[in-house]
């Protein structure tokens, strides 16, 4: 593929395979070897590099990004993140003692000059993608801290300005949806690649080579959010990170959970239709999306079809999307006051959730008038807890019905023990995220990141 | 003064720009080529066959390398020669190494490595501490026991006795940079290696005995290390003789980098233990009497398994007075990876025992913890003379004569404001039904030098130019603690010049031989010192030529801010340089150091291995949720000893550090297995060391500022291991809100995942 973008302001025109990596090409052929590799796939940020286009700047993670996704953008390393010299973080975490063996240190260093051009403040969240084995972070803090209103690098309204220089056209990526739908008829066999946070790891982890693939990246009428009136319209290639700071207002509980969906850099990549395409059984989006009673558009060729999501997911790793037809967009409701999402995993951040459950329960003088609850984690695909919800509604909301609701649980779910936790205790949490639920409606107290010293 | 002043890490301008360069960044020659393992995919049997043909084949694969294959020695252990290299049919343990693939790029070698066809018999495994004790599968002929007095009667006549069991999982070591080695095939045979070691000495060895040729015939450079941790003492060792011996086959450069996932997986980690209790004690908490019967997993090979369980050991006392004791332990053979040194080398292990014993007294009489720690505390260092404190031993009878924890102790609870907390984390409490707080309060004392007694050895080399520029090199290796910016302002320090007039150099084998490796914190206190003994060599050269020229007595003469200064005149460090030069004296010194007055039986348990202790003082608040079992770390106070500090800032980093990575240890960070012997959480996506997120909100940190009574570098303490252990308190401070849910004790594993404490709550309510 041919393809052309700007590498620390410079313009770079190149014939490359589809799924080489950013920074396997960094390191191997330009000899840039300030961005580092920690683990190859996306979750300790060595890698993290800035990356500016039309929707701004912002961290990525080199390692699962294809140089195909930076066709028109403009990439910035480690070293050219200062205009006349070093950066303020750059200063900053000198002076402060932020690096110890330095090896993360490119990628913090990335993250926060991403987060500066921002304004960003909330660097928990700015650096959950950033793992430090040395520091324990304080000093990274600090140096955040101390470089907090400094003046921005001109580099970036340079790079901005010349973005719009580059001519080569696009390598082949459908530019529309339309495009995209005609396309993929003709061929269902290749692998859609929109954010590559989870294709990126087929490359890089099971070193798997991907003959046929189409870039979304160009389809910008499926990054749109859409208001239908009492619904909105969500586009499949919208970024998460897009998806967070537009339902912020209006889906706080939901917003929350993207916050500790991944990372800053992943979501920065990946796609709500990506982490609904994919299947997986613990991917964080589709329960709250249950929950909420989100409708799935699927899209093949010209015929549309619009399906509950819960029922997309037949088993695991079987969806219902027929050949050549794509997640085009999701549909939820415009608001879902009583929506509640608990994540529970071993980490806060960049975490896969052990049990994600999922709430939406309307009660109405007293008595329950609906409840959808959905749980990740619990069984081979994202499910909703349809004994437990028949034994809420048309009860009283009390602390009897939760029990009946948490007792028909066992009906719902049979989860396995992993890794990340086992049968019992994921059924267990999941039944006692019904007592959160009540206890939180309640105005009690009940989430360990609110409470302070 | 350069010393004991906070100056930034040397290579910090370095790191921040991405300059900095490790083995991976080093262009290579025209021709290089990458190095791949293929695994075993079981955990023990017999290998019936190797079908590698298909590896052979593959894309830019240059050769592929089987036991068969190595003209030498076959062998990357530290010592004991039970670790080779390819797999000798035997197969250990899953992931182990069968064959190598050499190919003309990392991921065409990683691709290649993938399509070995192995036929296996296999053998049921042994994986768990019970499967290891139920075999008898062990290191040594039986499990090793220590004592002091007579524990059996004691804690039979004391009036409270408890028992219980610990068990603590490991950790993997999460270096950012994953391990690596580089190859430069020389002439003559010889051969250069770059390599991610904290020990290069070793991989010297082991490459020389595998290439067949003397230690002379082989160099080995170290700049720097993205992380070592303990990890990259002993498990580079494979990594650079793959390199030798495919550099020495093709004669080309070789280079290996482990991909992240094969790098857990191949490496040895933290060992596990699983630690049982019975202690006797009186109506305030005092020991009469305690047992601790100690059992570890060493995985497949020794390694460095004997000094970890031995050290494990000698931390069973931490801080406390204990009159009569029996230790003992058991060193496991299992097929699982290796277990190898991991910061503080079985001293966190050791030092969470007794922690838990003192924690489970207070709750058993209702005192305070901290109360009842300070009982048992040893003699401080003011009173305790031999005559006044005949006993003030530790169990394996080293007297301690520097203990300052109790005068710490009092400073910390008020600056920490623990018992105004204590009381508005009762109180808070009471009125949530939901969510916990917890206090954990955890002291430190740390023994400082290498076990292996002859370890404690440390060489140096310094050259001053004649242009008064310094170029000074030793044998410790800089891993990311900042030993090189340390020992370059002892060297500043010594000389009175600038520290820009210091150039820190690569660690390389020939120039300082025979080095030990950069391990149990000993860094700065054995490099610092062999550089000061040599630069104070050039010194004494340089301060003749001085004095002669100015006409006074050496004695009389100052090395002080660039200048070397008479009682009436001066010259700058640089003309005095060129004057030696002038005057045909050497201006070129090696320095060596050896730590005095230490003995130590290992098997008897007796003697003085330590030089001094390093002392620490941790509070942590933390709160739970009783629902969930999650949890977060509010706030953390720390007092930390770390003598007169050489480096304030490096040494407050490595305190913040190791407080973050010991409580990761214990919280989030779990090593999960299979029962095919197969590790689980191989990758960051399963294993999860602290983010950003995990360190305290509130993180208070001092060092208590009093020099070391034992003559170190300028009276520093050692500060690299010690502070890990400040992460138990986050341990203590959970068991401490669970404590508030019920009122059994909870008896707390760790590491502390919201399912062990969620398990732990039901303990405590007795609802289990």
């Known amino acids: ?453 | 003064m350069s010393v004991h002043r906070s100056s930034p890490h040397d290579s910090a301008p370095l790191h921040v720009g991405g300059a900095a360069r490790y083995v991976d960044d080093i262009p290579l020659p025209r021709g290089a080529l990458h190095l791949a393992f293929g695994l075993s995919t079981i955990a023990k049997g017999r290998i019936t066959d190797m079908d590698l043909s298909l590896v052979r084949k593959a894309l830019g694969v240059v050769a592929v390398l089987t036991a068969e294959d190595l003209p030498f020695a076959n062998d990357v252990s530290p010592g004991a020669h039970d670790e080779p290299l390819l797999s000798d049919g035997t197969v250990h343990y899953h992931g182990q190494p069968l064959f190598l693939v050499v190919a003309e790029s990392h991921l065409l070698a990683r691709k290649a490595a993938r399509l070995g066809k192995i036929t296996y018999t296999e053998e049921t495994p042994i994986l768990t501490i019970k499967e290891a004790l139920a075999a008898d599968s062990r290191f040594e002929d039986g499990p090793r026991v220590w004592s002091k007095g007579d524990s059996r009667t004691a804690i039979k006549s004391a009036p409270n006795r408890i028992s219980g069991r610990i068990t603590m999982g490991g950790q993997e070591h999460f270096y950012l940079e994953g391990q690596a080695a580089l190859a430069l095939p020389q002439d003559n045979g010889d051969m250069e290696i770059h390599s991610s070691t904290q020990h290069p000495t070793e991989i010297q060895h082991k490459v020389a005995e595998a290439l067949g040729i003397p230690f002379h015939g082989v160099r080995v450079e170290t700049r720097r290390m993205g992380g070592g941790f303990g990890g990259k003492e002993s498990q580079g060792n494979a990594l650079a003789v793959a390199c030798a011996i495919a550099a020495r086959l093709t004669g080309r450069a070789c280079k290996m980098r482990y991909d992240r996932d094969d790098d857990m997986v191949i490496t040895g980690k933290r060992h596990d233990f699983e630690i049982d209790y019975e202690v006797g004690f009186d109506q305030s908490g005092r020991i009469l009497g305690i047992e601790f019967d100690q059992k570890t997993r060493g995985g497949w090979a020794l390694d460095l398994t004997l000094p970890v369980a031995d050290r494990a050991m000698l931390h069973s006392d931490n801080a406390y007075l204990l009159d009569h004791v029996t230790i003992t332990s058991h060193r496991l053979k299992t097929n699982t990876a290796s277990a190898t040194a991991f910061r503080g080398f079985g001293g966190p292990q050791g030092v969470l025992g007794i922690e838990r014993v003192m924690d489970h007294i207070a709750h058993t009489l209702g005192a305070d913890p901290v109360d009842v720690r300070r009982i048992n505390y040893y003699a401080p260092m003011q009173a305790n003379t031999a005559a006044a404190h005949p006993t003030n031993t530790t169990p394996y009878g080293m007297e301690v004569t520097d203990f300052i924890l109790g005068e710490m102790t009092e400073n910390f609870l008020e600056s920490a404001a623990y018992v105004e907390r204590r009381r508005e984390i009762d109180a808070w409490n009471a009125a949530q039904p939901i969510l916990k707080k917890g206090l954990g309060f955890s002291p430190v004392k740390f023994g400082i030098s290498f076990t292996l007694t002859h370890l404690n050895q440390a060489g140096a080399l310094v050259h001053v130019y004649a242009d008064g520029s310094i170029r000074i090199n030793h044998g410790g290796t800089e891993m990311g603690q900042g030993l090189f910016q340390k020992v370059a302002q002892v060297a500043a320090q010594t000389f009175g010049v600038d520290q820009a007039a210091i150039k820190i150099t690569a660690t390389d084998t020939a120039k300082v031989p025979n080095t030990s490796a950069t391990a149990a914190s000993s860094g700065s206190d054995l490099n610092g010192m062999a550089v000061k003994i040599a630069c104070d060599t050039i010194k004494n050269r340089l301060g003749e030529v001085a004095a002669k020229h100015f006409g006074c007595a050496p004695a009389e003469l100052r090395f002080e801010g660039g200048h070397v200064n008479s009682p009436s005149k001066s010259m700058p460090f640089a003309d005095l340089a060129a004057l030696a030069y002038q005057s045909r004296v050497s201006l070129s010194s090696t320095g060596f150091y050896k730590t005095p007055d230490l003995s130590w039986d290992r098997i008897a348990g007796k003697g003085r291995p330590f030089f001094y202790f390093a002392q620490g003082l941790a509070l942590t608040e933390v709160v739970i949720d009783t629902l969930t079992g999650e949890n977060r770390i509010l706030r953390a106070d720390i007092l930390h000893d770390a003598g007169a500090s050489l480096n304030p800032a490096l040494d407050i980093g490595q305190v913040e550090g190791g407080y973050v990575q010991g409580a990761g240890w214990l919280t989030t960070e779990e090593l999960v297995w299979d029962d095919k012997g197969r590790l689980r959480t191989h990758a960051p996506s399963t294993y999860k060391i602290p983010a950003c997120s995990d360190r305290p909100d509130v993180f208070n940190v001092d060092l208590w500022d009093a020099p070391n009574p034992m003559a170190t570098i300028f009276r520093s303490k050692a500060v690299g291991e010690p502070p890990f252990m400040h992460g138990i308190s986050a341990f203590l401070a959970l068991s401490d809100a669970i404590s508030a849910c019920g009122p059994k004790y909870p008896m707390l594993d760790a590491p502390a995942t919201p399912e062990r404490i969620l398990a732990a709550i039901k303990r405590a309510r007795d609802e289990l």
């Open chain 1, 1 to 453: 593929m041919d393809i052309e973008f700007l590498l620390n302001g410079e313009t770079i025109r190149l014939t490359t395979a589809p799924t080489r990596t950013l920074l396997e090409w960094l390191r191997e052929e330009r000899d840039l070897k300030g961005t580092k590799e920690g683990c190859n796939e996306g979750d300790c940020g060595a890698c993290t590099v800035v990356v500016q286009d039309e929707s701004g700047i912002k961290a990525l993670n080199a390692c699962i990004l294809f140089l195909p996704q930076l066709h028109g953008k403009a990439v910035r390393t480690v070293e050219a993140l200062g205009s006349n010299g070093l950066h303020p973080v750059q200063t900053a975490m000198i002076e402060h003692h932020g690096s110890q063996c330095g090896f993360c240190t490119p990628g913090i260093v990335a993250s926060l000059v991403a987060g500066h051009a921002q304004g960003r403040t909330d660097y928990d969240t700015v650096l959950a993608g950033n793992l430090c084995r040395c520091t324990g972070y304080a000093p990274i803090i600090r140096a955040a801290q101390a470089a907090e209103g400094t003046e921005r690098p001109e580099w970036i309204e340079e790079d901005r300005q010349k973005l719009s220089t580059l001519t080569t056209p696009a390598p082949f990526a459908p530019q529309t949806s339309d495009e995209l739908a005609a396309w993929y008829v003709d061929h269902p066999d290749a692998q859609l690649i929109a954010g590559a946070t989870d294709v990126g790891l087929w490359v890089t982890k099971q070193l798997r080579d991907l003959p046929s693939v189409a870039f979304l990246g160009k389809c910008t009428d499926l990054q749109d959010i859409r208001d239908l009136g009492d619904h909105l319209w969500i586009g499949a290639a919208v970024t998460m990170t897009a998806l967070r700071s537009a339902l912020l207002e209006s889906h706080p509980a939901y917003a929350e959970l993207v916050r500790r969906y991944a990372s800053e850099q992943v979501r920065n990549a990946a796609t709500i239709g990506g982490n609904i395409a994919n299947g997986s059984p613990i991917g964080d989006n589709p329960p709250a999306l249950i929950a909420m009673g989100a409708q799935l558009q699927l899209r093949q060729g010209d015929a549309r079809r619009n399906l509950a999501l819960e029922d997309f997911f037949i088993d695991y790793g079987k969806q219902d999307r027929r050949s050549g037809e794509f997640v085009e967009a999701v549909l939820i409701p415009k608001i879902v006051p009583d929506l509640k999402c608990y994540k529970i995993s071993k980490r806060f951040d960049q975490d896969i959730s052990a049990v994600l459950g999922c709430f939406n329960v309307t009660v109405e003088n007293g008595t329950v008038t609906a409840a959808r609850i959905a749980f990740g984690g619990m069984a081979a695909t994202p499910k909703l807890a349809t004994h437990a919800m028949q034994a809420m509604v048309g009860e009283t909301w009390s602390a009897e019905t939760i029990n009946r609701a948490k007792a028909a649980m066992d009906k719902d779910f049979r989860p396995i023990s992993d890794m990340r936790a086992s049968a019992g205790y994921r059924l267990g949490v999941a039944k006692s995220l019904f007592d959160r639920y009540f206890a939180e409606r309640a105005g009690q107290a009940v989430n360990v990141l609110e409470v302070r010293a």
